[in-house]
Each structure stands twice: as structure tokens, then as C-alpha cells.
């Protein structure tokens, strides 16, 4: 396996171009493109590119100057968890392939929408039956409900292959535009975040949510005479 | 490994520089003690915090690294634990409170005697406090006056005794705090500004909080938020008596001949190791890292680890499980507004009541949803990927928010921490192993709970409400209490009412370790509160004993 710190192909790059293309086409069906840009237009693949390749576009600097140089355990850390996502990538690419060419004789690239989307349904399927299963083993918690995110992390590398795709999708296009994707802001404008112009404005203290409060304020002295303790 | 030399013996040395640590030495400090602090992790300036939701809510840039600090979970002894990350805390100078919005409630009067007012909850070790709300609502008051906590006295209608009026007005309402309000007026309930670690007003030379969305789970550029970071390093700084140490990892602390403890050693950031000798130990490291450091600390006198004859430390793990109902509404609500976290309460859920079926009740308020910006957001039952997930984020992420709770968790004798006999950390020393079974009065507190917050929602004109039930405890929020209670008998606590062992007296301990019980309200303001409490105490007995 190459060394993360210096990167795998291009600069920037971790793809080879089959691969790059298998993901890009998987990507535009996880956010697909309709009257508003998706996946595709907002470049989601340029920024898992430059996420795989190495430890140079793990953390832009606050002020949105470049990014962090990464050292000590930090760097071991992330070295490690990069080439864990490698992995699943290049494995989940194969098996991408293998499972189209078995249904539609060609590769993933190469199929309809229709078709892709069979695929990716069967992977995620695959996928959430053996979270199931392994929950399943695991005492008291055997009905786990459909949780939104809530203040936990969650940790990344023990994501599958499809899953993780579908996270990283969604990151490269609504994370802040430094890291290559969001191309034009256009995941911010899809769901009205009014985000700010650059990390610059949010480090020196200029972007306010302010305009985005309540127009009225609440009369808290008037709530004292409100509700019971019984 | 390059000697160094051994540094001087100190009067104080606070392992951990968090919420209490730095409380601690903020207090002890003015009050004329040298303490030298050790923080296992960096010290990091507000010019390192930035608006960037993928770094910091993502990708581990404040909260722990899971390679480098994992822990384990399971469910009950006979289980293999399996890595997990379990109710992380950021590990550096400020700790949490670096990252969070702050909600600081104050625990009300009977949140103290609990067990004396529901009686003997079967399969739990339900106690009472050893201190009250009288002898706390002191340190209530110097911590919110040294915070600039923005909130109103008198509100919440369950609210204890208070001697003095919040310092700074509530802040400006959002647009969820507002419908939250507008749905509890129609209930009949009682809602209150939630009081938060932010300033509406200037407040002892710092400028009012900038309303960024990338607030929770995120570092301050500005400064303007409050924390352990902002406000009690700096205090304790300018004294000249505070020998603050980041990167310095405490691997243990020895006993001398008489049992009591006599030194902390730690690596610093070189791997070198270094032994701090001091007269009274103080730990804040948070309730697991606390207990974990004991447990590491074996010796001849202590061989099950320091100040544990009793077999309690690690006993009695008590956690906060957050958990929501969340509404859509047709007008748009932007709870990205403020971080999602500028937030309306009630307690009308808080006090036990007998006519509901579980012991105590909780502190709920509204938010957004999770983590409300644009990567983390979702609405529960969202699919992940195609384009009905695009859809629903286009329609509902600025037109939804939550009504949270976090369930009060009872304590159990089995539910503890211990050393995690396989999985080893980044620096070789045994991760701590957490074994948690939920007790059925979280289930039906917590199903009680959202049923009532989704009334809130229809009330206040939702057109879709969503109930996420709690099923098990899963660590998702970081607040930790009761590995190291504190009571009057020795066979019962780990510590004295002073938060001062039993078995070894220049030991203390003052993060949420010692609380009893987990209450079902956020906990570090009483963290902090209690910290001052038992620094005061130290600082005064140490003066008292220099006068003679």
C-alpha cells in the first residue's frame, strides 16, 4: 500500500480513473441530480479523492488559509483510519463490479440509473442485514430504533462499504466548500443554510445567525404567572 | 530516555484541566495555593477553533480519537466487551466545555433526597445526597456571576432557593425557542430560557457571544462563549500560582509508607516520565477517567487500586441518554440559528410524581435536530441516500427542531467502570471497560417523556412529529456521574461529603465521580458548583492550619 502521507496517484488523488468514475456514478445516484444540482455538480467525488489521498486534507485551518500539517499520534491515527477507508473502497469498487456484471452483465459504470440503483439497494440491504445481525448479538438491544444523529460521533471506520459511501457523499456536499466539494455552495443553497462566505468571516467573528432568530422576543416575566407545580 | 530533572514539590496538583479542574484551581489559586495542573491533553487557543462542522462534528478534531482512546462497552459481565465510543469528553485544557453550548440548570432541592422521596427503587442503589441544595446554592451563584450565565431567576417555577438574580438577561429567543414556548403555553406548562455559558450583554471586559451555527461541538474563535477555557484558566492564571501543564498524561499515582498519596507520574509530550510529588491530589479527570486512574493505581496497600478496599470506584456508573421527539412545521424554523442550542426548558417533567409509573422525571428543552447543520442534520426515518433523502433535506432542514430530554439514569451496582483486560490505548495503559444495563425505569421514563414532548410539538402546530425512544443507554452524551460517590458511610461511598476518600485523606476527587445519583438535568454547572464547594474547603483548611 502506498504511504498516506505522501498520497497515492495524482496529488490529491487516490483513485486510479476506472475507480473514480465507478464512484462518481455511485455518487450521483446517492444525491442525484434533479431541477437542483447534486452530487455530481457539487464535485463530492474531488472530495473524497483528496480525503483518500493522505493525510493532507484532513483538517483546513480555521481561518481557511490551507490545512493543518498533521503530527505525533494525530498523524498515526489518521494514517491508520485512511488506509482502513482505502481498503473498503477498493474492495467495495470490486464488489460494485462483480455484482453488476452477475446481474447486467457489464460494469457498474457502464449500466443504466435503473440499474445502479438495484445494485446500491442490494449493497445497502447486504449492509443493514449484517448491522442487524451483529446488533442482534448484543444484549437489550435487539429493537434498536431509527436514530437521528444525535450528539454522538460516530466512528467511521467501522462503517461498511456502503454506508460509508453514502456518508461521504453527503459531507462532500454540504461540508464547508475548502475541502473540494459543495461546488458553488450548492449543497448549502439546495437546503437554505445561510452558511458563511468563507471559514475567514466565521473565525474573525463576522458571521451571525442572528438575522435567522425570532422576529418577537418571548416576555419571560410575564411566564412567571403560567403553568403549575402540581 | 533523556532524565529529567524532578520537578519541586507542590501544595496542590489537579490532574485534569476541564469544567472542575480548572474550578478548582481557579478557586484555590486566589485563595493562595501554588497548584500545578496536569492535563493529558493540548492546550489549545481560541485561534485554533474554527467554523467547520466536518472537522469538529466528523472527523474527531476536539472529541477523542477512537484509535487513540477507545473504550469498551457491554452490557453485563458474562459479555465480551467490544470497542466503542462510549460518552466521550474532548480531552484537553477546558475539556467539554470547550465545545459545548453550555446549558447550566441548577439541580433543584429534592433532586438531593430523592431516595427519600420515592422510597427503595427495586434493583437500583437509589441514595440520597450527603449535602443539599442549601449547601450548594453558594457555588451555584459564584459560577454563574463568574460565567456570565444569561438566563431569568424565578421562571421555572420548580426552581430551588436562589440568593441572587442571573447576571445577564436571557438571550435573544430563536425561532424554536419561540414555537417550544408557544406549545407549552397551550399545555399549561411552565417554560423557561434555558440558562446558558453565553453573554447577552457585555460582561467583565468581554464582548457579547457572536451567534455563529457552528457553535455546539465546536471550539470558539471569538472567545465570547463561556468555559473553563475563557474564563477560569485565565483567572487562575493571573494569579502566578497556577503551573499549568498540557500534554502530560498522568499513568498514576503512588502511595508513600502511611497509604497516602505521594506522587503523580506522567509522561509528557516527549514520552518522558515524570514524577510530581505534592501534598493533596485532586482529581477531575471526568467520572470514567477519574475511576480509571484509581484502578491503575495499584499498590501493596491498595492492591484492587487507590483509595478502592471498598470495591466501589467504578461502581455505580450512572450517564445521561439524549433522545428527542422532533417536529416539522410548515414556517421555517432555521434551527441551525444561534448552533441549535439557544434554547427554551421546562422542568414540568422534572420532579417525581406518583402518579406516573418511574422514580424522578427530567429536564427537557427544545433544539435542533441533533447536530443541526448541514452534514448531520436528518430526520429520523430518513433514508440515506437517493432522491427521496434529497428531498427531505430540501423540504424540512429549515423547518424542523427537537425536543429533547435526557433521561435520568438510576444507579446500579453492577453498572460501572472497570480496567478492559485486552484493549489498550495509544500510550499501552488498559482502556476503560464500561458494563451498562438499562434499568426499566429509564424505558418508561423515557417513553413517558416523548410522548409528552410530541404533544408539545402537535400543540404548538406541528404537521409530522417523530418519537425516538430510548431502548438502551448508548453513551451518546457526555455527561458521566457516580463512580466515586460520596456519603457519610464508608461502606457505601468512596468519598466524604468533601469529596475527600475515605481511605486515603489528601485524595479528592470533584468532576460528576462523586455524585450519587445522575439527576435528570445537565450536570456540570453542580460539577463546577461542587468543585468550588470542595476547593473553598481545602483552601480553607490549609489557611486555617498555616495561621496556627
Not at chain 1, 505525533?72 to 481498503?87: D, N, S, V
Request: with cysteine; net charge negative.
Amino acid at each position: 500500500m502506498t504511504d498516506p502521507q505522501a498520497g497515492g496517484g495524482a496529488a490529491g488523488a487516490f483513485f486510479d480513473a476506472h475507480q473514480r468514475a465507478t464512484i462518481e456514478a455511485a455518487m450521483a445516484r446517492i444525491i442525484p441530480t434533479d431541477d437542483q444540482p447534486g452530487a455530481r455538480e457539487a464535485g463530492t467525488i474531488e472530495f473524497l479523492d483528496r480525503y483518500l489521498s493522505g493525510l493532507n486534507f484532513i483538517y483546513a485551518k480555521p481561518d481557511g488559509s490551507g490545512f493543518e500539517k498533521l503530527e505525533g499520534k494525530r498523524a498515526e491515527a489518521w494514517t491508520q483510519r485512511i488506509e482502513i477507508i482505502r481498503g473498503k473502497y477498493v474492495a467495495g469498487i470490486e464488489e460494485l463490479d462483480r455484482r453488476s456484471q452477475s446481474q447486467f452483465s457489464a460494469e457498474f459504470v457502464k449500466l443504466t440509473t435503473e440499474q445502479q440503483d438495484r445494485i446500491l439497494d442490494d449493497m445497502e440491504r447486504a449492509s443493514l442485514q449484517g448491522d442487524a445481525d451483529s446488533k442482534n448479538a448484543q444484549a437489550g438491544a435487539d429493537s434498536a430504533p431509527v436514530e437521528p444523529a444525535l450528539q454522538q460521533t460516530n466512528a467511521e471506520i467501522d462503517l461498511d462499504f456502503f454506508p460509508l459511501l453514502a456518508l461521504h457523499t453527503r459531507q462532500g456536499f454540504y461540508a464547508d466548500p475548502i475541502y473540494g466539494g459543495n461546488k458553488n455552495r450548492a449543497g448549502w443553497k439546495l437546503i437554505g443554510f445561510a452558511g458563511p462566505e468563507s471559514m475567514a468571516e466565521t473565525h474573525a467573528g463576522r458571521f451571525t445567525t442572528l438575522p435567522f432568530f425570532a422576529e418577537q422576543q418571548i416576555d419571560w416575566e410575564e411566564e412567571k404567572n403560567y403553568g403549575s407545580k402540581a | 530516555m533523556a532524565q529529567k530533572r524532578k520537578p519541586d514539590r507542590v501544595e496542590v496538583v489537579i490532574i485534569g484541566a476541564g469544567a472542575t479542574g480548572a474550578t478548582a484551581a481557579k478557586v484555590l489559586t486566589e485563595r493562595g495555593m501554588h497548584v500545578v495542573a496536569l492535563e493529558r491533553g493540548p492546550w489549545r487557543k481560541r485561534e485554533s477553533f474554527g467554523g467547520d462542522e466536518l472537522a469538529n462534528v466528523n472527523r474527531y478534531n476536539l472529541w477523542p480519537d477512537p484509535i487513540l482512546n477507545p473504550r469498551t462497552l457491554r452490557a453485563s459481565a458474562d459479555e465480551e466487551a467490544k470497542i466503542n465510543l462510549f460518552c466521550p469528553v474532548p480531552q484537553m485544557v477546558g475539556g467539554g466545555t470547550v465545545h459545548w453550548q453550555g446549558w447550566l440548570p441548577r439541580f433543584t432541592e429534592n433532586d438531593f433526597k430523592l431516595r427519600s422521596i420515592v422510597g427503595h427503587v427495586p434493583g437500583t442503589t437509589l441514595v440520597d445526597w450527603p449535602i443539599s441544595y442549601a449547601d450548594l446554592e453558594p457555588y451555584y451563584t459564584e459560577v454563574e456571576w463568574a460565567f456570565g450565565v444569561s438566563g431569568a431567576g424565578g421562571v421555572n417555577k420548580f426552581e430551588g432557593f436562589r440568593s441572587k438574580e442571573y447576571p445577564c438577561p436571557p438571550l435573544p429567543a430563536t425561532r424554536y425557542g419561540q414555537k417550544f414556548h408557544d406549545g407549552c403555553r397551550k399545555l399549561g406548562y411552565n417554560s423557561f430560557p434555558t440558562p446558558m455559558a453565553a453573554l447577552s450583554r457585555p460582561y467583565n471586559g468581554r464582548p457579547v457571544t457572536v451567534q455563529s451555527a457552528f457553535a455546539q461541538q465546536h471550539g470558539d474563535p471569538t472567545g465570547t462563549r463561556s468555559s473553563a477555557l475563557s474564563v477560569f484558566v485565565p483567572d487562575a492564571l493571573k494569579t502566578g500560582r497556577y503551573d499549568l501543564r498540557p500534554d502530560c498524561y498522568v499513568h498514576e499515582i503512588t502511595v508513600d509508607e502511611r497509604g497516602r498519596c505521594k506522587s503523580a507520574v506522567y509522561q509528557d509530550v516527549g514520552g518522558d516520565f515524570i514524577e510530581q510529588e505534592a501534598d493533596i491530589f485532586i482529581l477531575s479527570c471526568g467520572a470514567i477517567e477519574s475511576a480509571r486512574l484509581l484502578l491503575l493505581s495499584r499498590s501493596g496497600r491498595f492492591p484492587r487500586g487507590l483509595a478502592n478496599g471498598s470495591d466501589l470506584v467504578g461502581r455505580n456508573a450512572t450517564f445521561h441518554e439524549f433522545s428527542a421527539a422532533v417536529g416539522v412545521f410548515e414556517d421555517p424554523i432555521y434551527a441551525w440559528a444561534g448552533g441549535g442550542y439557544v434554547a427554551a426548558s421546562s422542568y414540568q417533567f422534572y420532579e417525581h410524581d406518583e402518579k406516573r409509573d418511574f422514580a424522578g422525571g427530567c429536564h427537557i428543552a427544545c433544539a435542533g435536530v441533533g447536530i443541526p447543520l448541514p452534514i448531520n442534520w436528518s430526520l429520523p426515518g430518513r433514508p440515506a441516500w437517493g432522491p427521496q433523502a434529497k428531498q427531505i433535506d430540501r423540504d424540512f432542514y429549515n423547518h424542523s427542531f427537537a425536543i429533547a430530554m435526557v433521561v435520568h439514569d438510576m444507579p446500579q451496582h453492577d453498572n460501572r467502570v472497570e480496567l478492559d483486560d485486552k484493549v489498550k490505548d495509544a500510550w499501552g495503559l488498559p482502556v476503560a471497560r464500561i458494563t451498562n444495563k438499562i434499568h426499566e425505569n429509564e424505558l418508561k421514563m423515557g417513553r413517558w417523556v416523548i410522548d409528552h414532548n410530541a404533544e408539545i410539538l402537535d400543540a404548538a402546530g406541528a404537521k409530522n412529529v417523530y418519537r425516538v425512544y430510548i431502548d438502551r443507554i448508548t453513551g451518546n452524551c457526555s455527561h458521566q456521574h457516580g463512580t466515586t460517590r460520596m456519603g457519610n458511610d464508608p461502606k457505601s461511598s468512596v468519598l466524604n461529603k468533601w469529596c475527600q476518600s475515605h481511605e486515603v485523606d489528601n485524595l479528592f476527587v470533584v468532576d460528576g465521580g462523586p455524585f450519587p445519583t445522575a439527576t435528570g438535568a445537565n450536570p456540570t454547572l453542580t460539577m463546577m458548583a461542587n468543585a468550588w464547594r470542595v476547593a473553598a474547603h481545602i483552601a480553607g483548611r490549609h489557611n486555617a492550619d498555616r495561621k496556627q
